[in-house]
């Protein structure tokens, strides 16, 4: 081979390495699936300093028997996601619960406080922090769904990305470290809100019992919002509804509103 042929085979060479660098440049880096779940965690459970809504809860059984609750809940971030966090809950109806409230002081990776006040007999209760996984208030949600499960408590890979309805989403697969209310869960995570669209929980047989769906979304001052969510057993036919109404962020609440002073008499501009 001459040696201006050698040195032509050897610009060329070089010319595809560079394109070949380009696009693997371009390329876009794969999702991690530590980053997605944290971002979720973020957009759900942490969005604005502090948080207001107005919830109405039914419940359905499988043969249409309903019960329903009202109840206010405020919320204040201690932190970015995955910190503490309080919480005020003041039950307005049915009448054998209106006026009993609930404070929780969350905790990552510890036992929550918590405390109840029972307006019958005029009592503030400190109560033990029961598991995160029994039921909230009777519901098909735990208490875990309602405030958010520790990021370390699982491991986690992305399965793929795919469409659920029209909606761009990346599809986690979520184990347990230790023992869990569930053996798997998959969540599918709106790309763009990071918003949980939908979960199925599957216990340690591999059966499906429970699943949870984002029905509305909407954008409450630039914040993307579930305003309408259910969780159904699976197995029992029974269902939960959460309806939020009233959201607002970023209202101002101070520590003070999330004391034990203000379970006897919580703040009424919140409460309306």
Known sequence: ???????????????????????????????????????????????????????????????????????????????????????????????????????????????????????????????????????????DFTYEDISGRDLAADTRKLLREEKLAGIPCHLLECAPREEAEYGRKLSWIDRKSFLPRREEYYDRRGELYKLFSADTVEDIKGVPTITRRTMKDVRTGHTTTVELTAVEYGLGLDDETFTERFLRRPPQRWMR
């Open 1 to 139: 081979m001459t040696k201006s042929r050698q040195a032509l085979v050897a610009a060329l060479g070089a010319a595809l390495a560079v394109l070949g660098t380009a696009a693997s440049a371009q390329q876009p880096a794969q999702p991690d699936a530590d980053a997605i779940a944290r971002q979720s965690l973020e957009a759900f459970y942490y969005p604005g300093k502090d948080f207001r809504a107005l919830i109405e809860m039914k419940l359905v059984t499988r043969n249409g028997e309903t019960r329903e609750r009202s109840l206010t809940m405020l919320r204040k971030n201690g932190g970015g996601p995955g910190g503490p966090q309080r919480y005020l809950l003041y039950f307005h109806k049915p009448e054998d619960v209106r006026r009993m409230a609930f404070l929780v002081w969350k905790y990552p990776e510890r036992d929550d406080d918590r405390w109840l006040f029972l307006p019958a007999i005029d009592l503030v209760k400190r109560i033990a922090a029961s598991d995160r996984r029994s039921s909230f208030v009777g519901s």
